[in-house]
T-cell receptor, first 115, second 114 residues
Framework: AQSVTQLDSHVSVSEGTPVLLRCNYSSSYSPSLFWYVQHPNKGLQLLLKYTSAATLVKGINGFEAEFKKSETSFHLTKPSAHMSDAAEYFCVVSDQDTGFQKLVFGTGTRLLVSP | DGGITQSPKYLFRKEGQNVTLSCEQNLNHDAMYWYRQDPGQGLRLIYYSQIVNDFQKGDIAEGYSVSREKKESFPLTVTSAQKNPTAFYLC?????????????FGDGTRLSIL
């Protein structure tokens, strides 16, 4: 079965500095991977997805992620943090072993952005 | 705009009471899902439905029930058998379930015990 591990429960950055949120996955297939963002008391919004096309995936709000099969990683980055980026981020893998699109969620990384 | 509407935003349950959370979508999606979110944890799947009049248990279905009488609607009932119902509940929908299409989420319902 597929799984994801988000390596940091909290990440703190200053506004204008780079963001790195780390995610490692485990999958017996070529996986579909997603990053979602959740603001307080809101649902999840898709940032980007990897589906076996280009390994560098660009998403919304300046975020991007690189799929590295050799490292089984899918880290999320942004060159310059903005205050509005403060939120919870989830790395997600689509489980291909089931007969439907089952998503397996990481435990989340809370991004804190200070002025 | 197309999207998913969950109601109510906040809900309180008394001991021994069943409560129903509403989820409506106008995205014309076939598949719908219910998740439970607890602090410090990822989302866990309660129930899912791939087509009208059909639904399947997810990983934590005990104490919950659902129905799928219309394509647009997938209500979740939290029964009195669910002893720890306090959580944030999220509804989602997606297109063809075997594809890599992303799921779209509502804004959630926060359920608390009185």
């Amino acid at each position: 079965a597929q799984s994801v591990t988000q390596l940091d429960s909290h990440v703190s950055v200053s506004e204008g500095t780079p963001v790195l949120l780390r995610c490692n996955y485990s999958s017996s297939y070529s996986p579909s991977l997603f990053w979602y963002v959740q603001h307080p008391n809101k649902g999840l919004q898709l940032l980007l997805k990897y589906t076996s096309a280009a390994t560098l995936v660009k998403g919304i709000n300046g975020f991007e992620a690189e799929f590295k099969k050799s490292e089984t990683s899918f880290h999320l980055t942004k060159p310059s943090a903005h205050m509005s980026d403060a939120a919870e981020y989830f790395c997600v893998v689509s489980d291909q072993d089931t007969g439907f699109q089952k998503l397996v969620f990481g435990t989340g990384t809370r991004l804190l952005v200070s002025p | 705009d197309g999207g998913i509407t969950q109601s109510p935003k906040y809900l309180f349950r008394k001991e021994g009471q069943n409560v129903t959370l509403s989820c409506e979508q106008n995205l014309n999606h076939d598949a719908m899902y219910w998740y439970r979110q607890d602090p410090g944890q990822g989302l866990r799947l309660i129930y899912y439905s791939q087509i009208v009049n059909d639904f399947q248990k997810g990983d934590i279905a005990e104490g919950y029930s659902v129905s799928r009488e219309k394509k647009e609607s997938f209500p979740l009932t939290v029964t009195s058998a669910q002893k720890n119902p306090t959580a944030f509940y999220l509804c989602a929908s997606s297109g063809i379930t075997r594809s890599n299409q992303p799921q779209h989420f509502g804004d959630g319902t926060r359920l608390s015990i009185l």
